[in-house]
């Protein structure tokens, strides 16, 4: 079953420390892996996007990795900010037979605090 | 340039009617995805329209159906509502020139059904 788990499931860090959030897939085929935030209320916003091929992608304060061998990915935030408060998702997609399937992860709560 | 947009924001149903959102992509974006989102389940891929064509299909029943027109504005009706359709349902736009192309997420519409 292609599956998305995310860790930890919520997390609450102080404003200016840095976090790492993990994504394990079982999803297959692979095509992509994205990382979107979404705020409270509002639709998820692209953060990164990588192919099998790229293993880091930046986006301001955020970084991804990439290991498609062990079907792992990180989503690395520098310097938080209280606006960094936000769910975090991941997202695998993977064609198969000319259809593509979206597999998401239930997310990641991230919550930075004064 | 505008963003994607969702209408109505909110709706509130009672079980057994039937409903239908409407989502208008950013200007020269040919791909709209539906999305449904719930506490329970996370994100869920509904299905993607490209140039008025379904090209994926999530696991939903058949109650789920959508639309694209010319003008690459897309519908999405759902017939026969039940209780547990009350969610987030979200309308994605991207040019889908490449896989990974980035994909625009719209405020959403939230359906409360009764």
């Known amino acids: 079953k292609n599956q998305v788990e995310q860790s930890p499931q919520s997390l609450i860090i102080l404003e200016g420390k840095n976090c790492t959030l993990q994504c394990n897939y079982t999803v297959s085929p692979f095509s992509n892996l994205r990382w979107y935030k979404q705020d409270t209320g509002r639709g998820p916003v692209s953060l990164t996007i990588?192919?099998?091929?790229?293993n880091t992608k930046s986006n301001g304060r955020y970084t991804a990795t990439l290991d498609a061998d062990t079907k792992q990915s990180s989503l690395h935030i520098t310097a938080s900010q209280l606006s960094d408060s936000a769910s975090y998702i991941c997202?695998?997609?993977?064609?198969?037979?000319?259809?593509?399937?979206?597999?998401f992860g239930t997310g990641t709560k991230l919550q930075v605090i004064p | 340039k505008a963003g994607v947009t969702q209408t109505p924001r909110y709706l509130i149903k009672t079980r057994g009617q039937q409903v239908t959102l409407s989502c208008s992509p950013i200007?020269?974006?040919?791909?709209v995805s539906w999305y449904q989102q719930t506490p329970g389940q996370g994100l869920q891929f509904l299905f993607e329209y490209f140039s008025e064509t379904q090209r994926n299909k999530g696991n939903f029943p058949g109650r789920f159906s959508g639309r694209q027109f010319s003008n690459s504005r897309s519908e999405m009706n759902v017939s026969t509502l039940e209780l547990g359709d009350s969610a987030l349902y979200l309308c994605?736009?991207?040019?889908?020139?490449?896989?990974?192309?980035?994909?625009?997420f719209g405020p959403g519409t939230r359906l409360t059904v009764l």
């Open positions: 200007s020269g974006h040919r791909s």
């Open positions: 990588m192919t099998f091929s790229e």
């Open positions: 994605a736009s991207s040019s889908r020139d490449r896989v990974t192309d980035t994909q625009y």
């Open positions: 997202v695998v997609s993977g064609v198969s037979g000319g259809y593509q399937k979206v597999t």
